[in-house]
Nanobody
Framework: QVQLVESGGGLVQAGGSLRLSCAAS??????YGWFRQAPGKEREFVAR????????LYADSVKGRFTISRDNAKNTVYLQMNSLKPEDTAVYYC??????????????WGQGTQVTVSS
Protein backbone atom coordinates (compact mmCIF):
# COMPACT_ATOMS: atom_id res chain seq x y z
CA GLN A 1 0.00 0.00 0.00
CA VAL A 2 2.86 2.35 0.82
CA GLN A 3 5.98 2.47 -1.29
CA LEU A 4 9.00 4.72 -0.91
CA VAL A 5 11.61 4.99 -3.65
CA GLU A 6 14.80 6.98 -3.13
CA SER A 7 16.92 8.50 -5.85
CA GLY A 8 19.61 11.12 -6.28
CA GLY A 9 22.56 9.45 -4.63
CA GLY A 10 25.99 9.48 -6.17
CA LEU A 11 29.65 10.31 -5.79
CA VAL A 12 30.66 13.84 -4.84
CA GLN A 13 33.75 15.55 -3.52
CA ALA A 14 33.90 16.91 -0.01
CA GLY A 15 32.20 20.29 0.14
CA GLY A 16 29.82 19.41 -2.66
CA SER A 17 26.07 18.98 -2.66
CA LEU A 18 23.47 16.36 -3.51
CA ARG A 19 19.70 16.36 -3.42
CA LEU A 20 18.01 13.09 -2.55
CA SER A 21 14.41 12.42 -3.48
CA CYS A 22 11.90 10.05 -1.92
CA ALA A 23 8.88 9.37 -4.11
CA ALA A 24 5.94 8.19 -2.04
CA SER A 25 3.07 6.17 -3.46
CA UNK A 26 -0.03 4.74 -1.88
CA UNK A 27 -1.57 6.57 1.04
CA UNK A 28 0.33 9.53 2.40
CA UNK A 29 1.51 9.18 6.00
CA UNK A 30 2.03 11.74 8.75
CA UNK A 31 5.81 11.76 9.07
CA TYR A 32 8.68 11.14 6.67
CA GLY A 33 12.30 10.82 7.57
CA TRP A 34 15.77 10.14 6.28
CA PHE A 35 18.18 7.69 7.85
CA ARG A 36 21.62 6.55 6.83
CA GLN A 37 23.82 3.56 7.41
CA ALA A 38 27.54 3.35 6.76
CA PRO A 39 29.29 -0.02 6.35
CA GLY A 40 29.77 -1.65 9.73
CA LYS A 41 27.78 1.05 11.49
CA GLU A 42 24.33 1.23 13.01
CA ARG A 43 21.55 2.94 11.13
CA GLU A 44 21.26 6.53 12.30
CA PHE A 45 18.62 9.20 12.12
CA VAL A 46 19.28 12.13 9.80
CA ALA A 47 16.12 14.24 9.54
CA ARG A 48 12.34 14.06 9.55
CA UNK A 49 9.41 16.20 8.48
CA UNK A 50 5.67 16.21 9.08
CA UNK A 51 3.82 15.87 5.81
CA UNK A 52 1.97 19.07 6.66
CA UNK A 53 5.36 20.79 6.72
CA UNK A 54 4.84 22.29 10.18
CA UNK A 55 7.70 20.52 11.91
CA UNK A 56 11.20 19.43 10.93
CA LEU A 57 13.93 17.83 12.99
CA TYR A 58 17.61 17.19 12.28
CA ALA A 59 20.40 15.18 13.76
CA ASP A 60 23.12 17.35 15.29
CA SER A 61 25.63 15.99 12.80
CA VAL A 62 23.77 17.51 9.83
CA LYS A 63 22.23 20.67 11.28
CA GLY A 64 23.02 23.67 9.13
CA ARG A 65 24.08 21.50 6.21
CA PHE A 66 21.06 19.36 5.33
CA THR A 67 17.50 20.47 4.67
CA ILE A 68 14.45 18.22 4.51
CA SER A 69 11.41 19.34 2.56
CA ARG A 70 8.40 17.94 0.75
CA ASP A 71 6.33 18.72 -2.32
CA ASN A 72 2.69 17.83 -1.80
CA ALA A 73 1.86 18.00 -5.49
CA LYS A 74 4.59 15.49 -6.34
CA ASN A 75 4.24 13.31 -3.23
CA THR A 76 7.97 13.62 -2.82
CA VAL A 77 10.25 14.24 0.14
CA TYR A 78 13.68 15.75 -0.46
CA LEU A 79 16.92 15.89 1.42
CA GLN A 80 19.17 18.70 0.26
CA MET A 81 22.70 17.94 1.41
CA ASN A 82 25.27 20.73 1.31
CA SER A 83 28.84 20.97 2.53
CA LEU A 84 29.15 17.22 2.34
CA LYS A 85 31.87 15.50 4.33
CA PRO A 86 33.47 12.08 3.88
CA GLU A 87 31.75 10.98 7.08
CA ASP A 88 28.41 11.54 5.34
CA THR A 89 29.16 8.53 3.15
CA ALA A 90 26.40 5.98 3.67
CA VAL A 91 23.34 4.39 2.19
CA TYR A 92 20.50 6.83 2.75
CA TYR A 93 17.01 5.50 3.39
CA CYS A 94 13.67 7.21 3.25
CA UNK A 95 11.18 6.12 5.90
CA UNK A 96 7.63 6.92 6.94
CA UNK A 97 5.24 6.43 9.83
CA UNK A 98 1.56 7.17 10.27
CA UNK A 99 2.01 9.19 13.45
CA UNK A 100 3.07 12.68 14.49
CA UNK A 101 4.61 11.35 17.68
CA UNK A 102 8.38 10.92 17.59
CA UNK A 103 8.13 8.07 20.10
CA UNK A 104 6.53 5.96 17.36
CA UNK A 105 8.94 4.05 15.15
CA UNK A 106 8.97 4.22 11.36
CA UNK A 107 7.13 1.36 9.72
CA UNK A 108 7.83 1.90 6.00
CA TRP A 109 11.22 2.05 4.32
CA GLY A 110 12.66 2.61 0.89
CA GLN A 111 15.41 0.58 -0.73
CA GLY A 112 18.14 3.12 -0.10
CA THR A 113 20.43 5.20 -2.27
CA GLN A 114 24.21 5.32 -1.98
CA VAL A 115 25.94 8.59 -1.17
CA THR A 116 29.72 8.60 -1.37
CA VAL A 117 31.76 11.67 -0.46
CA SER A 118 35.42 11.65 -1.43
CA SER A 119 38.11 13.69 0.28
Amino acid sequence: QVQLVESGGGLVQAGGSLRLSCAASGRILSTYGWFRQAPGKEREFVARIRWNGLSSLYADSVKGRFTISRDNAKNTVYLQMNSLKPEDTAVYYCAARDSDYDRVEYSYWGQGTQVTVSS
